[in-house]
């Protein structure tokens, strides 16, 4: 079973651009949930979403969206890059919502660079 | 609020040694799940151990187990015969009971402890 795959590996914006990236969970798996990794800031949660819904937010601002296809891939969305944005960008899979003790099985990630 | 940490930034340790890596966290919950991942070069996160609060046995995974002390809230990783696979960046995770209106169970993760295995 193919795990959680998350495209581009890599990504360089500049400032002021958008920018998506995309997650395809473990074929079954209807949750996807999306965590920011920084140097500073260690991992900190985005949201979560279920069945086309976001179930859970963390506490980003609006910049930071996303979305969830029928068939469970994900993407999220980043408007009007900052600096401070530049992160490795991790997704994670679970068949049911994390909130109901479903394991999560993560992604390689995308970092991304904003210059 | 919940906050997860490691006060250990980095560790070292020698094959086949037997190596603890520590985490304490802060909650007034009493059912909660505790977990270490462990994230290689490659990047993605593994996980390595998972701890339900209300279960006072510890968790063992293999040579991985868990020396939980739910008074003292801390849940610190032994490493039994570490080999050379196991050096990675390990992190301690918690995740909050869901309740309606509230938490909706995510996880808050430490900050992290690079481990280091010698030849």
């Known amino acids: 079973k193919a795990g959680v795959t998350q495209t581009p590996r890599y990504l360089i914006k500049t400032r002021g651009q958008q920018v998506t990236l995309s997650c395809s969970p473990i074929?079954?798996?209807?949750?996807v949930s999306w965590y920011q990794q920084t140097p500073g800031q260690g991992l900190q949660f985005l949201f979560e979403?279920?069945?086309?819904?976001?179930?859970n937010k963390g506490n980003f601002p609006g910049r930071f969206s996303g979305r969830q296809f029928s068939n469970s891939r994900s993407e999220m969305n980043v408007s009007t890059l900052e600096l401070g944005d530049s992160a490795l960008y991790l997704c994670?899979?679970?068949?049911?919502?994390?909130?109901?003790?479903?394991?999560?099985?993560f992604g390689s990630g995308t970092q991304l660079s904003v210059l | 609020a919940q906050t997860v940490t490691q006060s250990q930034p980095e560790m070292s340790v020698q094959e086949a040694e037997t190596v603890t890596l520590s985490c304490t966290y802060d909650?007034?919950?009493?059912?909660?799940?505790l977990f270490w991942y462990k994230q290689p070069p490659s990047r993605q996160m593994i996980l390595v151990i998972r701890?339900?609060?209300?279960?006072?046995q510890n968790a063992t995974e293999n040579r991985f187990s868990v020396n939980f002390q739910k008074a003292a809230k801390s849940f610190s990783l032994k490493i039994s015969d570490s080999q050379l696979g196991d050096a990675a960046m390990y992190f301690c995770a918690y995740r909050p009971p869901f309740n309606y209106g509230g938490s909706q169970g995510n996880l808050i993760f430490g900050k992290g402890t690079k481990l280091s295995v010698k030849p």
């Open positions: 074929s079954g798996h209807r949750s």
């Open positions: 994670a899979s679970s068949l049911g919502l994390v909130a109901t003790n479903e394991k999560l099985f």
């Open positions: 701890q339900e609060a209300y279960k006072q």
């Open positions: 979403y279920f069945s086309e819904t976001q179930r």
């Open positions: 909650t007034s919950e009493s059912d909660y799940y």
